[in-house]
């Protein structure tokens, strides 16, 4: 058989090249004519044999196509039917064999196929990213990846010397997935992918957008990571834990920036991995009494100063703390502790690495081509396209994800309100109205109805969690009723208002009463939490016990009270690591948590009352079953701006006895004050945050008081008490 006859001229030339479109109709084997002919291209190689797999027998030796660098080809003698070789190549004398990629059909499915094209599979990790497999009888990777408008799609790595004309992909059909299963290679391979934009220009080396893994940062590759074969142990809770997640529970989370909490200073400064935060940040929030961890996002992030919320790798766990497998043991041992896992999910933006989504293909592809709707120029960052099936496909099915490969209990949503509006931080001019001409993103807006629905309707034991900024209705509304869907909101304005309050001197505190009520007016339009986030310690703003006023003392009761009135208030509670022992200092990302503080009393003291809060929460029903429920808050006197004492009443359910909380925020202690109660009998004083063990004066209430016949506040009954200076007590009612 002529040359001519075993290969074309010009697709060799394009092979060679790197710039064929459709590798697999050329290499491999092929009937032409009733003969069988292999091709290869092996750069590297002087000599190519053809062995027979399993007995070995050499079959045939490829002979080099002329004129054309690295590529053979021949006709099999005696063989009319498709087998299964290997190749023997030699270099000097350097000899080895390899299993022909180019040999192996396609490993995606019709049903695949279809409903990649439709863009909307609901597990598109199964069918995307880089899977260990068994295919055709070998073992290997199946990588595969969206970029319809590419030319060409390889995968480069080690195993190529990241040559991109090595391992081109195949292309299936309009769906505009690229696919390809490379033998003989397995979980820890780091690689990328080399595309070919449709103008035929080379696109910057890209990390896989459904990659399991990742190289440790500042490295940027994907790395292959089997997620096969972990054996579960938390059954018990994910039984019970949607029970513990509704509204009527009491849910206090513990927000975390893993490479910050604790560092070992003895090894370098570094982080705690997976595995050690497994026992130490576990058994530290079971201890204070949180119910959840929250996660600053553990996707794969580049830039350790974003804090991860410019993440490139959305399937990655980051690799700063060690493999996937490492983070589910993790996840597992919070399981364990009955502590909830919460991780914070960016589907708001990403960020313009050249390594990541940003014109992937050589287009924009998931964003937007019109920076006007692509481009966020407050975080020099891209925005989703959410109106195109597939990329909303994409980011669902990744919240999908976490929740069931990882067994992650909840997703808190970052910048919603950026996502909400079309103007959000925008200049006139700079931005695209809605088909009816408003700011509403109505893509965005469809896409986390979409997402929520997806989530819940997987597993109604879950929670999402919305950051939500502005006051567009119906965030944590149900879909049905024309809401977005998420379970929960956090109340950024009930937060800067307090804070704000807390920031002023006691004696101006009178002139500001309003920003401790005002939450109250729509505290139960929206499933709230209440977030002292890390958003509240960066950026100059200082630390939460570095807003209060006064001396050293007057700022750490300060605090105390502060805390005493979150855990009163209505609504679920979290607080950033740092804020439970008061750390002073602002939050630093690169260095841990300054935890020899807890060797003074009134850091050690912060700490204990963070414990009772949480413990009381949880004991007290009528502080958390009507958190997000008008019924559940009843004022006795929010008007006394003059003395800025507050107090109130929290109802539970039937059968729960109702806790009366004050709240006093100037240092003038109060004696003999006389609030009213709505039942008679007898008051417990259960806490109190000017106690001596929490590092204050001790003033109080010790034991019961006993409500009498006094009208006071629009109340039948009253109890007359000492209210402490800078502190808040909560009463419960004992009965007749």
């Given at each position: 058989?002529?040359?001519?006859?075993?290969i074309?001229?010009?697709?060799?030339?394009?092979?060679?090249?790197?710039?064929?479109?459709?590798?697999?109709s050329?290499?491999?084997?092929?009937?032409?004519?009733?003969?069988?002919?292999?091709?290869?291209?092996?750069?590297?190689?002087?000599?190519?044999?053809?062995?027979?797999?399993?007995?070995?027998?050499?079959?045939?030796?490829?002979?080099?196509?002329?004129?054309?660098?690295s590529?053979?080809?021949?006709?099999?003698?005696?063989?009319?039917?498709?087998?299964?070789?290997?190749?023997?190549?030699t270099?000097?004398?350097?000899?080895?064999?390899?299993?022909?990629?180019y040999?192996?059909?396609?490993?995606?499915g019709?049903?695949?196929?279809?409903?990649?094209?439709?863009?909307?599979?609901?597990?598109?990790?199964?069918?995307?990213?880089?899977?260990?497999?068994?295919?055709?009888?070998?073992?290997?990777?199946?990588?595969?990846?969206?970029?319809?408008?590419?030319?060409?799609?390889s995968?480069?790595?080690?195993?190529?010397?990241?040559?991109?004309?090595?391992?081109?992909?195949?292309?299936?059909?309009?769906?505009?997935?690229?696919e390809?299963?490379?033998?003989?290679?397995?979980?820890?391979?780091?690689?990328?992918?080399?595309?070919?934009?449709?103008?035929?220009?080379?696109?910057?080396?890209?990390?896989?957008?459904?990659?399991?893994?990742?190289?440790?940062?500042?490295?940027?590759a994907?790395?292959?990571?089997?997620?096969?074969?972990?054996?579960?142990?938390?059954?018990?809770?994910?039984?019970?834990?949607?029970?513990?997640?509704?509204?009527?529970?009491?849910?206090?989370?513990?927000?975390?920036?893993?490479?910050?909490?604790?560092?070992v200073?003895?090894?370098?400064?570094?982080?705690?991995?997976?595995?050690?935060?497994?026992?130490?940040?576990?058994?530290?929030?079971?201890?204070?009494?949180?119910?959840h961890?929250?996660?600053?996002?553990?996707?794969?992030?580049?830039?350790?100063?974003s804090?991860?919320?410019?993440?490139?790798?959305?399937?990655?766990?980051t690799?700063?703390?060690?493999?996937?497998?490492?983070?589910?043991?993790?996840?597992?041992?919070?399981?364990?502790a009955?502590?909830?896992?919460?991780?914070?999910?960016?589907?708001?933006?990403?960020?313009?690495?050249?390594?990541?989504?940003?014109?992937?293909?050589?287009?924009?592809?998931?964003?937007?081509?019109?920076?006007?709707?692509?481009?966020?120029?407050?975080?020099?960052?891209?925005?989703?396209?959410?109106?195109?099936?597939?990329?909303?496909?994409?980011?669902?099915?990744?919240?999908?994800?976490?929740?069931?490969?990882?067994?992650?209990?909840?997703?808190?949503?970052?910048?919603?309100?950026?996502?909400?509006?079309?103007?959000?931080?925008?200049?006139?001019?700079?931005?695209?109205?809605?088909?009816?001409?408003?700011r509403?993103?109505?893509?965005?807006?469809?896409?986390?109805k979409?997402?929520?629905?997806?989530?819940?309707?997987?597993?109604?034991?879950?929670m999402?969690?919305?950051?939500?900024?502005?006051?567009?209705?119906?965030?944590?509304?149900?879909?049905?009723?024309?809401?977005?869907?998420?379970?929960?909101?956090?109340?950024?304005?009930?937060m800067n208002?307090?804070?704000?309050?807390?920031?002023?001197?006691?004696?101006?505190?009178?002139?500001?009463?309003?920003?401790?009520?005002?939450?109250?007016?729509?505290?139960?339009?929206?499933?709230?939490?209440?977030?002292?986030?890390?958003?509240?310690?960066?950026?100059?703003?200082?630390?939460?016990?570095g807003?209060?006023?006064?001396?050293?003392?007057?700022?750490?009761?300060?605090?105390?009270?502060?805390?005493g009135?979150?855990?009163?208030?209505?609504?679920?509670?979290?607080?950033?690591?740092?804020?439970?022992?008061?750390?002073?200092?602002?939050?630093?990302?690169?260095?841990?948590?300054?935890?020899?503080?807890?060797?003074?009393?009134?850091?050690?003291?912060?700490?204990?009352?963070?414990?009772?809060?949480?413990?009381?929460?949880?004991?007290?029903?009528?502080?958390?079953?009507?958190?997000?429920?008008?019924?559940?808050?009843?004022?006795?006197?929010?008007?006394?701006?003059?003395?800025?004492?507050?107090?109130?009443?929290?109802?539970?359910?039937?059968?729960?006895?109702?806790?009366?909380?004050?709240?006093?925020?100037?240092?003038?202690?109060?004696?003999?004050?006389?609030?009213?109660?709505?039942?008679?009998?007898?008051?417990?004083?259960?806490?109190n945050?000017?106690?001596?063990?929490?590092?204050?004066?001790?003033?109080?209430?010790?034991?019961?008081?006993?409500?009498?016949?006094?009208?006071?506040?629009?109340?039948?009954h009253?109890?007359?008490?000492?209210?402490?200076?800078?502190?808040?007590?909560?009463?419960?009612?004992c009965?007749?």
């Open positions: 058989m002529t040359q001519s006859a075993l074309d001229l010009a697709e060799a030339r394009a092979i060679a090249a790197g710039e064929h479109g459709d590798p697999f050329v290499l491999g084997l092929h009937e032409i004519d009733g003969d069988l002919v292999l091709r290869c291209f092996r750069p590297g190689a002087e000599t190519i044999e053809v062995l027979e797999e399993g007995s070995g027998k050499a079959l045939v030796k490829l002979s080099p196509v002329e004129g054309v660098d590529l053979f080809a021949a006709k099999v003698p005696r063989r009319r039917k498709r087998f299964s070789y290997r190749l023997r190549m270099h000097g004398s350097d000899v080895w064999t390899e299993t022909d990629p040999a192996f059909g396609p490993v995606l019709d049903m695949d196929e279809y409903l990649l094209g439709e863009g909307t599979h609901g597990r598109l990790w199964q069918a995307l990213g880089a899977h260990v497999v068994t295919h055709e009888g070998v073992d290997g990777v199946h990588f595969a990846v969206w970029a319809p408008n590419a030319r060409r799609v995968v480069v790595a080690d195993i190529n010397g990241w040559d991109g004309r090595r391992h081109i992909m195949r292309r299936r059909g309009a769906t505009g997935v690229h390809i299963f490379i033998p003989n290679v397995g979980d820890g391979m780091a690689y990328k992918y080399e595309i070919i934009g449709n103008s035929g220009e080379l696109v910057p080396l890209k990390a896989d957008p459904v990659g399991f893994g990742s190289e440790h940062p500042p490295k940027t994907s790395v292959v990571r089997d997620l096969r074969g972990y054996e579960w142990k938390d059954n018990d809770w994910i039984d019970k834990r949607g029970d513990l997640q509704r509204f009527d529970k009491p849910i206090s989370i513990y927000e975390v920036h893993l490479e910050s909490w604790r560092r200073p003895e090894d370098g400064n570094r982080a705690l991995t997976y595995h050690e935060l497994a026992q130490d940040l576990v058994n530290y929030a079971k201890d204070l009494g949180f119910s961890i929250e996660l600053t996002p553990i996707s794969e992030y580049p830039f350790g100063g804090w991860g919320y410019q993440p490139v790798g959305l399937f990655a766990p690799s700063r703390f060690g493999s996937p497998d490492d983070f589910r043991a993790f996840v597992e041992a919070c399981h364990a009955d502590l909830g896992l919460i991780i914070d999910w960016v589907p708001g933006h990403f960020p313009t690495d050249p390594h990541g989504l940003g014109r992937f293909d050589g287009t924009a592809l998931y964003e937007h081509a019109d920076p006007k709707e692509g481009y966020h120029p407050d975080w020099n960052t891209l925005v989703y396209n959410y109106g195109r099936t597939e990329v909303s496909n994409y980011l669902i099915t990744n919240a999908k994800y976490w929740l069931e490969e990882f067994h992650i209990d909840g997703l808190r949503v970052d910048a919603v309100a950026s996502m909400l509006y079309r103007d959000y931080s925008r200049n006139e001019g700079e931005w695209v109205p809605n088909v009816h001409g408003g509403e993103n109505l893509e965005a807006i469809a896409f986390m979409q997402m929520n629905e997806a989530v819940y309707g997987a597993d109604p034991g879950i999402t969690i919305a950051e939500e900024s502005t006051a567009y209705p119906g965030v944590s509304a149900p879909t049905s009723s024309g809401g977005l869907g998420f379970g929960f909101k956090w109340n950024m304005g009930w208002d307090t804070l704000r309050y807390m920031s002023e001197d006691p004696v101006n505190r009178k002139y500001h009463h309003d920003k401790m009520t005002f939450g109250l007016h729509y505290a139960f339009s929206e499933n709230f939490v209440l977030p002292l986030s890390h958003d509240e310690v960066v950026h100059g703003k200082g630390s939460l016990i807003r209060m006023p006064g001396d050293d003392w007057q700022r750490f009761a300060n605090l105390r009270a502060y805390y009135f979150m855990w009163g208030h209505p609504g679920k509670k979290l607080l950033f690591m740092g804020g439970e022992f008061a750390q002073p200092s602002e939050w630093n990302h690169e260095q841990s948590l300054d935890w020899h503080l807890l060797e003074y009393p009134a850091h050690a003291g912060i700490q204990a009352l963070i414990r009772d809060l949480n413990a009381l929460y949880r004991s007290l029903p009528s502080l958390h079953e009507l958190d997000c429920a008008a019924e559940g808050f009843r004022w006795i006197d929010g008007g006394n701006a003059e003395e800025s004492v507050f107090s109130w009443v929290r109802n539970g359910k039937d059968g729960s006895v109702p806790v009366l909380v004050v709240a006093n925020f100037t240092p003038v202690t109060r004696t003999g004050y006389r609030i009213g109660v709505p039942e008679a009998g007898r008051w417990s004083e259960r806490l945050t000017d106690a001596q063990s929490y590092g204050g004066s001790n003033q109080g209430n010790a034991g019961e008081v006993i409500a009498s016949a006094v009208a006071a506040r629009g109340c039948e009253s109890i007359e008490i000492t209210v402490p200076p800078l502190a808040t007590l909560f009463f419960e009612y009965g007749e």
